[in-house]
């Protein structure tokens, strides 16, 4: 089935039976990449600066309650032996060159998908376990991490969105209607459960 054409006679980005825009998917790519990668960047150069004056006080470290010190500091930060944000890095300009295809016309074939939400899920389990350890156990938030926090969670979720429109992942037609029409409501709401955790967790800290 070929796409539809607009106004002007050229391909409209848009899946044929669900609607869901791929133009828009791909400035949400671009745009949560490069946010991601400026969080991640700034991160890992406070990272390399505490590394080389013990004595330094990092950009983030504002009170008892904002503070990136505890989290670069502790093992949580290093899980494969080196800064997590290294991690950050490496993972969005590939989220950002993805958006960009997107945005130049690619339909991507059903592999790219799968590897864009592999990629996805394992940013996003990591997401969730620092986010445990920020507010469960160090008590402290770390604005940097919580910039990629924030831009790790869009990237994830509309793939996961994308895969049961494309239906890459087997969803009947109600529950492929569902998500897709509530994906926007679902994306807000960890939004919103995430700042109760923190509001919670962190009450005692101002």
């Known amino acids: 089935m070929t796409a539809p054409l607009d106004d002007d006679g050229e391909l409209e980005l848009l899946e044929p039976e669900n609607g869901v825009p791929l133009a828009r998917l791909g400035w949400l790519y671009l745009v949560a990449g490069l946010v991601g990668l400026v969080g991640s960047a700034v991160l890992a150069l406070e990272r390399i600066a505490s590394l080389l004056d013990a004595d330094h006080?990092?950009?983030?470290?504002?009170?008892?309650?904002?503070?990136?010190?505890?989290?670069?500091a502790s093992w949580q930060g290093?899980?494969?032996?080196?800064?997590?944000?290294?991690?950050?890095?490496?993972?969005?300009?590939?989220?950002?060159c993805f958006g960009a295809a997107l945005l130049a016309g690619l339909r991507p074939p059903r592999w790219m998908w799968v590897a864009m939400a592999v990629g996805s899920t394992l940013g996003m389990a990591l997401v969730v376990f620092l986010i445990y350890t920020s507010l469960a156990v160090l008590v402290v938030l770390c604005p940097y991490c919580f910039v990629v926090w924030l831009a790790t969670w869009p990237v994830f979720w509309y793939t996961l969105v994308q895969l049961g429109a494309e239906r890459i992942v087997p969803l009947g037609e109600r529950a492929r209607a569902w998500l897709v029409r509530n994906r926007f409501v679902i994306a807000v709401a960890w939004y919103v459960v995430v700042a109760g955790l923190i509001v919670v967790a962190l009450r005692n800290q101002f």
């Open 78 to 96: 290093s899980l494969l032996g080196f800064p997590n944000p290294l991690l950050g890095i490496g993972a969005f300009p590939v989220v950002m």
């Open 57 to 72: 006080v990092a950009s983030c470290s504002i009170n008892a309650a904002i503070d990136c010190a505890p989290a670069m």
